[in-house]
């Protein structure tokens, strides 16, 4: 085999946020009755609540905020967008988001069984994610993933986020692999899969909703049984 670990990315590569993402967000509006309002749907929320979401983890991301502002400021800005004060915003509902997410098992197709089929053909399996502890672990035992992997690396653990080549360094440390040996699996052209290629990785992007772009990258995949056709 020309590689020996491989690596994956959690949220968006395995498990599926947006899905499980959209189901804790209905129970939130239903729980809070946000229709009482009269002024946006369900669906309105959920959108709005994403993009904000989505920028505040790019900050996150660049080291511009925090975990606590991004948890403190996601919820009051999506009402404040939705033309409500920001004291609208339950004040509990962040740590609700936080407590239901990760208790939500939806994962992308095929995922536990090309999971049992790289471990049956002797590969050793690895997590990077930049989600915080607390969460992905429980989101891991939630969709049954948790034993597939030897290394669980979070960018807590060792302080870097994807994409520094350090937290890609760290867990081939962690796994005892070389990165000669070593595939990277995520769905982010950034984090992912320019993250590995500057720690030498070879890298496969995984993009379900066939996105167009232009980068180089090892291999690409729109579903994740494709893997089954090369290792």
């Known amino acids: 085999m020309k590689y020996r670990h491989l690596f994956f990315d959690l949220d968006h590569t395995l498990w599926d946020f947006e899905t499980n993402a959209d189901q804790t967000l209905r129970h939130l509006y239903e729980e809070h009755d946000l229709s009482r309002y009269g002024t946006f749907t369900v669906e309105a929320f959920i959108r709005v609540y994403s993009d904000i979401n989505h920028g505040l983890w790019r900050l996150y991301q660049n080291g511009k905020i925090g975990q606590q502002q991004l948890r403190a400021t996601r919820f009051p800005r999506t009402f404040s967008k939705l033309g409500l004060a920001e004291a609208d915003s339950p004040a509990d509902m962040s740590d609700q988001f936080t407590d239901i997410l990760p208790l939500k098992s939806a994962v992308f197709p095929y ?77 982010n052209l950034e984090c992912d899969v320019l993250g590995a290629y500057n720690a030498g990785l070879d890298q496969v992007y995984f993009n379900p909703d066939k996105r167009r772009h232009f980068n180089q990258v090892t291999y690409e995949i729109s579903c994740l049984s494709e893997l089954k056709g090369f290792l």
């Open 111 to 187: 995922t536990h069984e090309v999971l049992d089929y790289l471990r049956d053909k002797g590969y050793e399996l690895h997590l990077i994610t930049n989600g915080f502890r607390d969460v992905q672990h429980v989101k891991l035992q939630s969709s049954n993933l948790t034993d597939y992997f030897r290394e669980i690396v979070t960018s807590e653990c060792c302080g870097h986020l994807k994409p520094d080549t350090r937290i890609f360094q760290h867990a081939l440390e962690r796994s005892g692999a070389t990165a000669a040996e070593s595939l990277m699996v995520g769905d």
